[in-house]
């Protein structure tokens, strides 16, 4: 089980991490903002014969082939729609680049290790490893994943394959 994130200025003060904020369906959820390199609307993509479902194919990025994840297929949250708010967050994961198809983005927050909450214990029975925990917003909570761990997971290495 994972507490939050640790982030120390080197004197063992501990600091505020700064997260993207994105929707899918009417959870929000936070990635490290280190990861982000851009923010696209979403656009028409490339697909591959025998991907899974939630690789919707790649695109040309200035001449790098990015594989497009859609993470509302990936989390089982229904049948995804694609509007005028459809954006995907570009990311530099694992020393490659990765398209995440969301319903929008949000904000950039600061969290501090008081707003962290340990991840709930779901049993075997689901693959929760790549959440870190819970941050506290106000009146809600945003689920903080860590997108290195979610995107080496098992399944993801078919995009390899993409590349």
Known sequence: MQTGPENT???GTKNALEYLTFTLGKEEYGIDILKVQEIRGY???????????????VVNLRGVIVPIV????KFK????????FTVVIIMNVLERII?????????VVALNPEQFKAAPEMGSSMDTDYITGLGTLNDHMLILVDIE???SSEEMQVMEQAN
Not at 77 to 84: A, H, Q, R
Not at 99 to 107: C, R
Request: charged share 25%; hydrophobic share 40%; glycine share 12%.
């Open 9 to 11: 200025d080197g004197n």
């Open 77 to 84: 949250l229904g049948e995804p729609t694609y509007n005028e």
């Open 149 to 151: 761990r979610l995107m």
């Open 43 to 57: 656009d028409v993509v490339t697909h591959i014969a025998n991907a899974p479902e939630f690789i919707k194919g």
């Open 99 to 107: 398209g995440m198809v969301v319903d929008g983005v949000s904000d």
């Open 70 to 73: 859609d993470m509302r297929i």
